[in-house]
């Protein structure tokens, strides 16, 4: 064999054994895409995975947590999916499973979407709920009959004048909302001062900083009470404000416990019967009296005895005004005759 046949025979097995280790790591490659290491299998149920592939994206919040793995049907006539859940993820027993499309026409992918039980799936296990994709197809059927009805309708000659009026209405609606944006623009009306006037808006500024300068004002005294002062402070700070309180509890109940044994004045009026009765025997008593005097002053009032001949009688009156005169006059000569009395005594003196 020539140097070039040699030559030609190592460059053939070199290339022989290039493309068997490039057929051997496309097998690797493809087998890691669609059978993932480190994974477990969990299932889920739903009624139609149309455009699902092997080897889809199984994601959680934007994050890839596994693989799609076998598409099968049950006997239920549903597509049952075989997720490869990575192991560092954990499926929670009520999570849902939706399948989902990246952008409007792209690839179908699984979105997991999480629970809130604290169970989660092991081996084997199944989601509890998933939700399928709206068919595009099936939309299209159901959006074709009412195209179809509302060529009918627009293709009768009362449909082409409801829709000449209503293109009318339309444009007329579009001038008058042209004709209020104009004035907008203008500052005109209500709606264009809110836009157009700066007063208004330094208006709200000026509320906005008062509001402002009052949260200010509210954090301040927050604080103050958080430190402790002023009255309100030092309700919620100051503790000797409750053992205070508690004291004066404990006083109470120690109080209240020695009215319930009868003890001290106010208990034995509590607990004591023979007070209650000695009382009970004095309001009789004060009955009785108040009785007696009610007879007396009916008595005073019938004009009867000395008290009531006082009171009745006017005669005893005059009487008594008549002898008030006499002692009267009887004080006034008195008192005229102890002068000269006075002097004749006087008198008498000297000439001794």
């Known amino acids: 064999m020539s140097n070039r046949g040699a030559v030609e025979l190592k460059v053939g097995i070199f290339v022989f054994l290039g493309i ?13 895409a669609f059978a993932p290491k480190d994974t477990y299998k969990i299932y889920g149920v739903f009624d139609s995975v149309s455009g699902l592939i092997r080897g889809a994206k199984v994601e959680m919040a934007g994050v890839p ?3 799609v793995g076998d598409i099968s049907l049950t006997p239920e006539g549903k597509a049952k999916v075989e997720l490869l859940i990575f192991k560092k993820y954990k499926i929670q027993e009520d999570a ?13 992918f699984i979105e997991i ?5 604290p169970n989660y799936l092991s081996e084997g296990g199944t989601i509890a709920k998933t939700e399928s994709p709206v068919d595009l197809d099936q939309i299209l059927a159901s959006i074709g009959p009412a195209v179809e009805g509302l060529k009918e309708v627009l293709g009768t000659k009362e449909g082409k004048e409801n829709l000449r009026i209503l293109v009318a209405n339309i444009r007329d609606a579009s001038e008058s909302f042209k004709k209020i944006a104009d004035k907008v623009e203008k500052g005109q009306g209500t709606l264009g001062k809110l836009i157009a006037d700066d007063k208004l808006y330094m208006e709200f500024t000026a509320i906005s900083q008062s509001l402002k300068n009052a949260s200010q004002k509210i954090e301040g005294l927050a ?3 958080d430190r402790g002062e002023g009255t309100l402070g030092k309700l919620i700070k100051d503790e000797t404000l409750y053992a205070t309180l508690k004291n004066t509890a404990s006083n109470l109940e120690r109080v209240s416990k020695k009215l319930e044994k009868g003890e001290g ?23 009785n009296t108040a009785q007696n005097l009610d007879k007396i002053v009916a008595k005073i ?3 009867e ?8 009688d006017d005669s005893l009156y005059n009487e008594a005004k008549r002898t008030l005169r006499s002692v009267n006059r009887a004080a006034k000569g008195v008192e005229e005759q102890v002068p000269i009395t006075v002097l004749g005594t006087v008198a008498g003196a000297a000439m001794k």
Do not use: C, M, W
């Open 20 to 32: 068997l280790a490039l057929l051997y790591l496309t097998l690797q490659l493809a087998q890691e």
């Open 65 to 67: 947590i596994g693989k």
């Open 96 to 108: 849902v499973g939706v399948v989902r499309t990246f952008g409007v026409l792209g690839d179908k």
């Open 113 to 117: 979407r999480p629970g809130t039980s």
């Open 223 to 225: 604080n103050q009470i």
């Open 265 to 287: 004045t106010l208990g034995k009026l509590i607990a004591d019967e023979e007070i209650y009765r000695d009382l009970k025997n004095l309001s009789k008593d004060l009955r």
């Open 301 to 303: 009032e019938r004009g």
């Open 305 to 312: 005895g000395t008290l009531g001949k006082l009171v009745k």
